[in-house]
């Protein structure tokens, strides 16, 4: 699990990774423009990686893995679920999740479950 909390943090990521440039694009809205950001009062943005599915999440209030978060809301960008998660006043966190092979059928059902706008069966 990768983690982004600052705009410096892009360079953890290659540019031909997948996720790059949904990555880039959630920093540059969720950290880059937030004038005197602070990941801990603001929070961060995640990128979930093959393995990460049934570890504990960071920073969220209650330990709980990606498949017991109760979302605030998730979409189906670019092959990437764009999961949110908010906290108490200004903090919130999001997690991309590539919506890939090595996903478990268990959690694209769950990110599905909280998708807006849903998908029509």
């Known amino acids: ?32 423009a937030i004038e005197d950001y602070d990941p801990d009062i603001h929070g961060k943005v995640y990128l979930i990686e093959p393995g990460d599915v049934s570890k504990h999440l960071p920073d969220i209030c209650e330990p709980c893995k990606l498949y017991e978060v109760q979302w605030e809301g998730v979409t189906l960008e670019d092959g990437h679920f764009v999961c949110v998660y908010l906290g108490s006043g200004d903090y919130g966190l999001v997690f991309v999740v590539p919506d890939a092979p090595w996903l478990p059928p268990k959690l694209r059902e769950r990110l599905l479950y909280f998708l807006d706008p849903p998908i029509a069966p």
């Open 1 to 32: 699990m990768l983690a982004f909390q600052g705009v410096e943090d892009i360079h953890q990521l290659p540019t031909t990774h997948p996720a790059y440039p949904k990555v880039r694009e959630l920093v540059r809205l969720c950290i880059e």
